[in-house]
């Protein structure tokens, strides 16, 4: 699945710590799927639904509609339904998204990356705690897994506003994978909100 071999993946990155309480109105980068948000405390979670974002990609009409005849023809192909919600993810069609992977997990309940991209699409929509419990999910499955373990801290960092939070899950990313290819941007992003957070 793409949200395995993009993980921590960022376009346009800029990192800006000063005023970790503070919100700007700096538009958010572009990001690669399956990562909800840069880093930057910076940045308003309103920044998801920003109108100048730049628009979805085009679509594949001939697959799409392949897809759907698979899985009218097999409800139970796990695979057609997933990547089914991968295209409606990329369309920012979040609800169609949503309802598809969990159609997929009541197929296999420890599919941990479909888990996780249900959370991200919940995190677009604001629906944070219900993206946290989607991910808090997931770490039953896999507790150590990156992907989920980096997108609960976005979401106490950005939808909570709990950098202690934040900085737990990214801890213990960095202790369970430290030959992770993010794992020294992440060290960095804790040492920042460390820095900011002991300030009087």
Do not use: C
């Not at 919100?23 to 980068?29: G, I, V």
């Not at 202690?164 to 993010?182: F, R, S």
């Amino acid at each position: 699945m793409r949200a395995q071999s993009l993980i921590f993946l960022l376009v346009g990155f800029a990192i800006g710590f000063a005023g970790i309480y503070t919100w700007t109105k700096q538009r958010a980068p572009a990001v690669v799927k399956a990562t909800p948000l840069p880093v930057d405390p910076n940045i308003p979670t309103e920044a998801l639904n920003n109108p100048g974002e730049p628009p979805p990609p085009p679509i594949d009409e001939k697959r799409l509609k392949e897809l759907a005849a698979k899985v009218k023809e097999n409800p139970k192909d796990f695979d057609s339904i997933v990547e089914l919600g991968e295209m409606n993810f990329d369309q920012r069609n979040y609800d169609d998204a949503i309802s598809l992977y969990k159609r997929a997990l009541d197929l296999k309940p420890d599919a941990v990356n479909v888990r996780t991209e249900m959370g991200t699409a919940l995190f677009y929509q604001k629906h944070f705690d219900e993206a946290l419990a989607t991910f808090k999910e997931s770490l039953r499955t896999n507790p150590n897994d990156a992907q989920t373990l980096f997108n609960l801290g976005v979401v106490m960092l950005h939808g909570k506003n709990d950098p202690q939070g934040a900085l737990q899950y990214w801890q213990q990313l960095v202790d369970t994978n430290p030959n992770h290819p993010q794992a020294a941007f992440v060290k960095e992003q804790i040492k920042k909100i460390k820095e900011q957070t002991s300030k009087p």
